[in-house]
């Protein structure tokens, strides 16, 4: 199975801002949604937000609103989430899926550590 690929994290300071990107080039989704999901040592992997796959709808788990942006480019067939004033709480390996998620997609995902 060919899995998604994250990629854009990498270490950054409380405050900081990163973006992420998922190709979604090499799987095709029946699902209406794709998100993104996050998973620290000893948690399960959570909701961080979701979008249509036009773009014309977004929704973010309550954690990151207002400080995350979810988008996505289907020329590029890549999904972004733009990560705004990033918190210790907000370290995590993050991943892509569709929404629901599809249990033979799940990537390696792109690490995110925030430092205090």
């Known amino acids: 199975q060919v899995q998604l690929v994250e990629s854009g994290g990498g270490l950054v300071q409380a405050g900081g801002s990163l973006r992420l990107s998922c190709d979604t080039s090499?799987?095709?989704?029946?699902?209406?949604?794709m998100g993104w999901f996050r998973q620290t040592p000893g948690k399960e992997r959570e909701f961080v937000a979701k979008?249509?796959?036009?773009?014309?709808?977004?929704n973010y788990a309550d954690s990151v609103k207002g400080r995350f942006t979810i988008s996505r480019d289907n020329a590029k067939n890549t999904m972004y989430l733009q990560m705004d004033s990033l918190k210790p709480e907000d370290t995590a390996v993050y991943y892509c899926?569709?929404?629901?998620?599809?249990?033979?997609?799940w990537g390696q995902g792109t690490q995110v550590p925030v430092s205090s």
């Open positions: 899926n569709a929404d629901p998620p599809d249990p033979k997609s």
């Open positions: 090499k799987r095709t989704f029946s699902s209406r949604f």
């Open positions: 979008i249509s796959w036009s773009g014309g709808f977004t």
